[in-house]
């Protein structure tokens, strides 16, 4: 999976323009600058995991891509369908900012803010960008940690175009899609449905005595189309659904200990945009008028407590935006924008005192500015502020600077930047049943840094690059577990039993990111990262949970032929602190899969893979199982 850390350094390679040649198209991007960039021009780490690199590895999962990615950790509370997040550079996952086509997906229901990632099929996806560090000049509150964006595949050359695979494979699992995308009349396109099953692995691990399967199910679709009303404006309309049922265990009496239960979940996800596009002043100002929305409805049953639910979340999102961008000339570029966003929730849960709905709303407006500029046709640089108004907390003022810097020997890269960032507490951790009964909850602020240098040699068949970064949190929100169970309890007991949220005065966390990427002989590419991660709660000097000290990826890929690949992925997860309220240390673990495909017609590909092949045990949290040796197999279909 490698456009990765050398993009940077390929794009200045190529040249330091603001725009791109037709050599560079594939490594333009939007995330960085919320506009079309050469990611050099950028100063930021960002990340580019293509649908080639998704389709090799035969990743179905966006959660299963993003652990590849260096300075990310991916956790998983069991297999396939369970709770899944993403943190960047030792953040927790409510500060990663997740987008599909540029429309947010955090539900605004859940505990921290966080996406639903363990729905997030890789279905009809382009490509997706990892923006790593504070983000919050232009996308806000939940960015404080990075941004990812999913893009999925539209308009093309074609009138139409299209995939579909059918695969299967260990533990029922079955697996289909289908998409479609191009252009008509200078209409573009594009959409997918896909559908996944599976029985998987007991959440709750086996080695416990724990062996029922708990499936999981997921049928979800997208769909984008832009329409051009004249040579100066178009329409821009973009949808996202999933439907997701899973079982998951947890912890019932009398023993209340982490087993198997018969309790299952449903969760369904919308998302969807709508927007005007409009061009100005000889293409020079390019003006986007837009209305997103985005919803999450999430239902927990238990069985044995009968057929309503037990718990239930309803988030949902409305934003209106303007973002301006304006060429100044070839070396100059401002993007301009304003936001209002209105986020409600409700959950309810029969373990609720008093047994009513919980409820909560926010408003936030919000201005952003980002200056741009090349300077001696080899520095870059660039310089963002935004001001939040919360309506519960007032307002709060980012910052975000970034440069990079092209040797004259042509082939090394420097960059660095600064970014900070400020995130409300959520309106679950504000309001729910877990809300703070000793004061109110400060806002989190981060402040964070990063110095890389990247450098190609052999004539571009190596690359290499290095980065140190580090981040600061104030008021970092953790969940408190008083000793309610033990004497003599603290007063707090009486009202907060299982708990409540607390602000940590700083946390902090710091490291590198290395990886090299390399063009070997008889078509071979290897590539190989290391992340060090030394994180720490300032207040107790306990490392962060679940954030390993020592994480990597290697890889090779054999290409013999067109459209015929061979390859391998490893992955190491060092050892890591579990959590405050379970303790422990998890043992670190390698996984190694390997995966081929091979073309047995025009348009036919044969495809399998064999993932945690030599059938490592481990836990990914404390008490939680995961799949053992698993192979699969399928075809797939392009038109």
Known sequence: MRKRAFISTLMLLAGTAPAASAADLETVVVTATRSAQPAALTGESISVITAD??????????????????????????????????????????????????VRINDASSTDGQALLGD?????????????????????????????????????????????????????TFHANAAVN??????????????????????????????????????????????????????????????????????????????????????????????????????????????????????????????????????????????????LNANNQIVFGAESEYTTFKTQSVFDFPPVPTLGARRITSGYGQWQTTLFEQLTLTGGIRYDGDSEFGGHTSLKFAGAWQLPDGATVLHANYGDGFKAPTLYEMYSQYSNPLHALAPETARGWEVGAARQFLNGDLSASLTWFSRHTHNQIDFVSPPCFTAPAPAICAVRPFGYYENLVETRARGIEAEIVAQLPWDVAAHVNYTFLDTRDEGTLAPLARRPAHSGNAGLVWTPMPGATLGTEIAYIGPRFDSPAKGGHLPGYALVNVFGEYPVAAHLTLFGRIENLFDRHYEPVLGYGAAGRAAYAGLRVAF
């Open 53 to 102: 690199e998704l389709q090799r590895q035969q990743i179905s999962f966006v959660n299963d891509a993003l652990s590849q990615v260096p300075g990310l950790t991916s956790v998983r509370n069991g297999g396939v369908g369970q709770n899944a997040t993403i943190g960047v550079r030792g953040a927790p996952a409510g500060q990663t900012l997740v987008l599909i086509d540029g």
């Open 120 to 172: 997030l099929l890789s279905n009809n996806i382009d490509r997706i960008e990892i923006l790593r560090g504070p983000q919050s000049t232009l996308y806000g509150s939940d960015a404080m940690g990075g941004v990812v964006n999913v893009l999925t595949r539209r308009g093309g050359d074609a009138p139409v175009s299209g995939t579909a695979l059918a695969e299967g494979g260990s533990f029922d």
């Open 182 to 327: 191009g252009t008509v009349d200078g209409i573009e396109y594009g959409g997918a449905v896909n559908s996944y099953a599976t029985n998987s692995v007991s959440a709750a691990d086996a080695r416990n005595g724990n062996s029922e399967a708990d499936g999981y199910h997921n049928f979800g679709a997208t769909g984008n189309v832009r329409v051009p009303v004249n040579d100066w404006a178009s329409v821009d309309l973009r949808a996202y659904y999933a439907h997701a049922r899973g079982s998951f265990d947890g912890n019932p009496p009398p023993s209340y200990t982490f087993q198997d239960t018969h309790e299952f979940n449903r969760n369904t996800l919308f998302a969807g945009y709508a927007g005007l596009n409009i061009t100005a002043l000889d293409g020079r100002l390019h003006n986007r008028l837009g209305f997103m929305g985005s919803s999450s409805n999430r239902e927990n049953f238990d069985p044995t407590m009968g057929p309503a639910n037990n718990y239930f979340g309803k988030g949902s999102a409305a934003r209106f935006e303007y973002q301006g961008v304006f060429d």
